[in-house]
């Protein structure tokens, strides 16, 4: 869901030619080296163990990370594999005709995902394929912002917010504390931080930050000084002042 299409639709094509070689091999009809293999070895060993022995899997796919280069390699050779067929099925003039259609479809691809990811850097890992309907119906289903990026940023226009108030006072999860590190030195002094929510003093208000938008600890409703950087329209992290809490299911982010 977060790999660029033709990448996925040449390893489809690569997986199809792989098993068709594969199966003329084991009838000795060709000399191709058992070593052309290894990135299907790379690829679904990993991958069918994991299902097989029900393998924990924490948030997206990051402890199989180390499979992708073997994607692309698939990939490349049902790129290759796909020309070789265009090549003996068509004409020379239609071949060309193909070729250049394949190649502006992934020129086209992959250049709308590099134009995503520069104009949303540092963010550009909230990126999502049309086959999970872009950040827009993938926020429903899978997490933002796992890393908590996002948090500086939220934090600095909490502070910008508030520029005449000497201290705010914040809870959240680790990242919130983590980006309070990288904040200038006189921006940090104007935070105080909580891990607790619970050992905040009475009657301070504070707000509640977090990178996990669809997860909160609380219910809120609509404030306009609830805080959030956003995407397309998606928050992928929030600020919430905590005068805006109620024992609702109202939803800010729908």
Known sequence: ITTPLVIIAFA???????????WHLLKRANNESIFSF?????????????????????????????IYPAIVMISVRGFSFLIDVLRSAVSAKFYKLLFACLIFVMLFDLTSVILFMVRNHPHQYVYFN?????????????EMDYWGVSCRQLLEQVIQNHNTDP??????PWPIEANLGILPFELRNRIKYYPNPDEIPAGIEYYYATHYVDRLPVKVQVDSRIVAVEFDGVRIAVAIPMTSRKQTTDSFNN
């Open 12 to 22: 489809f094509v690569g997986i199809l030619d792989g098993g068709w070689s594969a």
């Open 38 to 66: 290894l990135p299907y070895f790379w690829f679904f060993v990993p991958v069918i163990s994991c299902i097989v022995m029900g393998s924990v899997i924490y948030n997206s796919w990051r402890q199989l990370f180390f």
């Open 130 to 142: 049309p086959l999970a309907g872009g950040i827009q119906r993938a926020r429903k289903a899978f």
């Open 167 to 172: 201290q705010l006072n914040i809870s959240g």
